[in-house]
């Protein structure tokens, strides 16, 4: 068999060439696609987890949305700051007159500070005393008329004399949130 | 001088089996690299877009706690103002209840209604309107009840009834 130089360099070069493609393909190529999949893989499951958490945040977020606009009267009177002026303002209609002491600070409720403010007043018939019952619960603030209550006749009038409870946001637990 | 008659042609290394067989091995390893290039490209973005998606999932989870915790103290202001609502309602009821309890021929000057007791202060004709009228009603609703009277000018008797509900059961009202 005579075969020329010629062709023994091209089939030496070409055995070569076939080498480098065979070596670079299973040596780079194939564990570089598999660590592609692998990363692919890695980012949808990741993917998955944030469709699953985005959901989860959407529905925490809509019931707190819920929540708030269900209890908005509450949010603001427990966030408001009791004012006796505003108070008597607002109440004075109950009453023929409407005195309140200085307030003082109780221990605090859990996560709630609680003032107590003693309360004298004069009223014509006790049914003004229910009515100021039922408008202390859509007061600006969270009012508990707390005991002892004492009703004393005078004359045609009645002198009562209570404790009121004042519940506000503790802005110290507040702001530590 | 010349020796040949034909035109010398010139040699080169290149020949058209060797030019065919580096395109060919070009072209190939061409598209190697370039698949070898994509895959690195791909997985580079692969890596920074699961960095984002951490990262969002990192403030989601921060988000969903501070939105769950303002739930909770919704809920916890919710629970506490029911309550006192609540306390203000039985409060009426109860104020209510107490002054349709006494009867028409006797007076209260004074009640003072405490958390566990109710005293009360008045006049009465006589201790038997008392007796049926008041005491009775009082001593269904008191576990311990205590009446002293003051008799005044006129015949009638000035009253004082203390009336008490025992710790224990309190909590049952």
Known sequence: MNISRQNIYLLTLSVLLLTFVLIFSFAVL??????????????????RKLKQLSDFAYDTSTK?????????????????????????KQHRSFFTSLKLSKISKQENEGEFAV???????????????????????????????????????????????????????NKDSNASK | MKYSYIKPRTKTA????????????SVTIGMLFLTYVFLLFKEYRFEENRAEVIQEEKDLRASIKIMKAKITFIEKQNIL???????????????????????????????????DGLILYGITPNKDVYNFMLQAPLRSIFHRTYSSF??????????VSTNYIDEESKNEY
């Open chain 1, 30 to 47: 194939i564990p570089n696609g598999k660590e592609y999949r692998i990363k692919r893989a890695e980012l949808k499951k990741e993917s």
């Open chain 1, 64 to 88: 707190l949305q819920k929540l708030q606009g269900e209890n908005r009267h509450i949010i603001t009177a427990f966030s408001t700051a009791f004012s006796v002026e505003r108070f008597q």
């Open chain 1, 115 to 169: 003032y107590e403010v003693n309360t004298s007043s004069e009223i014509s018939s006790p049914k003004s005393f229910y009515n100021f019952l039922e408008a202390v619960n859509k007061s600006d603030w969270i009012v508990g008329v707390n005991f002892p209550i004492n009703f004393k006749r005078d004359a045609e009038m009645i002198n009562s004399s209570f404790t009121m409870k004042v519940f506000e946001n």
């Open chain 2, 14 to 25: 290149l020949t058209k089996d060797i030019q065919l067989l580096f395109t060919f091995f």
């Open chain 2, 81 to 115: 103002s029911e309550r006192v609502f609540t306390q203000n309602s039985v409060l009426k009821d109860s104020i209510h209840n107490l002054f349709d309890l006494v009867p028409g021929r006797i007076t209260l000057s004074q009640a003072k209604i405490l958390e």
């Open chain 2, 150 to 159: 003051y008799p005044i000018e006129n015949g009638w008797y000035r009253f």
